[in-house]
């Protein structure tokens, strides 16, 4: 094979590479909504420390199952946040201890602060998210979950 030929094939296998790039970037739709999902499990319900919990955001906030992201609002309140130096919220893709990429962080703010936090953050195969939770007490903080938007 010449050097042209060489030089037109690895074009052609760039190209095709790229064009599948784009076709896969295309497929992804963002779904925005007007009124934030939400759910009885998380609209101001007191917990204490949490260690990396699974939420199937399919059947919790009844968000399509294996979507790829989420828009997401958290909401956090402590009732001893002002003498902690480590309180958080937060949500990420996988199960790794403080790995948090939305976190709403209330240490140091004046008792029963509402902190809040939004971002996008990807889910996991399935759809899902994990959350975490480290509190000043028992039942000491309030956590509010609302899905303002999600990618298919």
């Given amino acids: 094979m010449s050097n042209f030929d060489e030089k037109t094939v690895d074009r052609i296998k760039r190209l ?14 963002f779904v925005p909504l007007t009124t934030p999902l939400t759910s009885t499990s998380w609209d101001g319900d007191s917990f204490s420390t949490t260690s990396k919990t699974l939420i199937d ?6 968000v399509p199952a294996g979507v790829k992201a989420v828009l ?7 009732s001893g946040s002002a003498a902690s130096t480590n309180i958080f919220f937060g949500i990420s893709p996988n199960n790794t201890d403080a790995s948090c990429l939305v976190m709403a962080v209330g240490r ?3 008792n029963d602060t509402m902190v809040y936090a939004t ?5 996991d195969a399935n ?3 994990y959350y975490q ?6 039942g000491t903080m309030d956590c509010w979950i609302r899905i303002w938007g999600y990618w298919l």
Wanted: aromatic letters at 2%; one cysteine or more; glycine letters at 10%.
């Fill in 16 to 29: 095709e590479r790229e064009v599948e790039r784009l076709r896969v970037k295309e497929k992804q739709v």
């Fill in 57 to 62: 955001l399919s059947s919790v906030f009844s």
């Fill in 72 to 78: 997401v609002q958290l909401i956090a309140r402590d």
């Fill in 108 to 110: 140091g703010l004046p």
């Fill in 119 to 123: 971002g996008v953050c990807p889910c």
């Fill in 127 to 129: 759809g899902d998210i």
């Fill in 133 to 138: 939770i480290v509190a000043s007490g028992s």
